[in-house]
C-alpha cells in the first residue's frame, strides 16, 4: 500500500539523489590561475609558459590576451596544475619600447578557495628588460625598443596546498537533490491534479 501510494515519491527522490551526488562528487575542485594586474604603454598581446619540471617549450604555452595601452587590465593565466618549477613571463614588446607597471600578482589555486600573493622580487628580469624597479607596492619595468623577446622569470611560485574537502561540495549535491525531489514531486502532483478535476 504505501509503495503503491508513495512510490512515485520515492522514485524522484531516489534518481535526484543520485544525480545530486554523483555530479558533486564529479565536479572539478576547480582551476588554478595566475592573475596579473597591470598597465602597459602600448597595446599587445602577453604570454606565460611553464616549466614542470623538464623546462620550457613552446607546448608549454598558455597565450593570453590582448592588452590596450594605458588600460588597467586584470591578466587570468589557466595554469595546467597547482605545482609547477618555474613561470616564464613574456610582457608586450613594440618597436617603440614599452613601459609596464604591474601592481598585483597572485596564484590562486582550486578556482579561489585559496589565493597567494606573489613577492615582486622573485620575479628575475631577462632579455631586454631595463629600469626594473621595485616599489613597495608596485613594479615598473621598460622593454627595449624593438621586436625582441623580452621576459621574466617566476623563480619561487607560491605552494599549492591541500586541496579543500568534498565534504561541502556532497552536502551541497545532497541538499539541491532534496530541493529538485520536492520540485518534481509538486510539478507531478499539479499534473495529476489537472488530469483528474
Known sequence: M???????????????????????????LGRHTLEIRLNSSQTGVTELFY????GFSAEKRIPGELLESG??????FELPQPSMVRLRWDPVYHEEGVQTTVN????????????RDVVFETLVPQNHIKTFRIDPSRLYFE???GFNDPYLILTKIPEAPEPPSRTWLIVKGFAFSLLAALLLSAIYRLIVWYFNS
Open 71 to 76: 588600460v588597467d587590465t586584470d591578466l587570468v
Open 2 to 28: 504505501f509503495i503503491k501510494k508513495y512510490g512515485i515519491y520515492l522514485s524522484i527522490l531516489i534518481v535526484c539523489l543520485a544525480i545530486g551526488l554523483k555530479t558533486a562528487m564529479d565536479t572539478p
Open 143 to 145: 622593454v627595449d625598443p
Open 51 to 54: 616549466d614542470d619540471g623538464l
Open 104 to 115: 598585483r600578482i597572485q596564484v590562486s589555486f582550486y578556482g579561489g578557495e585559496y589565493v
